[in-house]
């Protein structure tokens, strides 16, 4: 698999999306979805720029992300876009999403020391 089929699939998993439904969003067939990630080598197919940029649009990815050029996922990785997906959550989203900044938090501590 290449850079961009691991991360594409990545992606993929990260939205808890099977092929089948990913594509659909994507509006592609499943089948050209299957070769972007390169599920088989032997028909493994290049992901188009165009579809690129539409997958970054769409979910906020870097495309130096998405062609392994660079380790930051997402695009806008700033305190205030941070805010803006706090506020758009659930009380129960952002609870768990307190708990895990602690655990996050806990664990560079522990690192430190």
Do not use: C, H
Not at 20 to 28: G, N, P, V
Not at 32 to 43: A, H, M, T
């Amino acid at each position: 698999m290449t850079v961009v089929g691991n991360r594409l699939r990545y992606l993929r998993e990260l939205l808890n999306l099977t092929q089948e439904e990913f594509a659909k969003k994507l509006q592609i067939s499943s089948s050209s979805l299957k070769r972007y990630e390169g599920s088989n080598q032997s028909e493994a197919r290049e992901l188009p720029l165009d579809l690129a940029l539409k997958i970054a649009v769409e979910y906020g990815i870097s495309l130096d992300w998405l062609t392994g050029v660079s380790d930051n996922m997402y695009r806008n990785q700033t305190p205030s876009k941070l805010a803006e997906i706090f506020n758009s959550l659930t009380e129960d989203q952002k609870k768990e999403l307190f708990s895990y900044a602690m655990y996050l938090k806990n664990k560079g501590e522990n690192m430190n020391e």
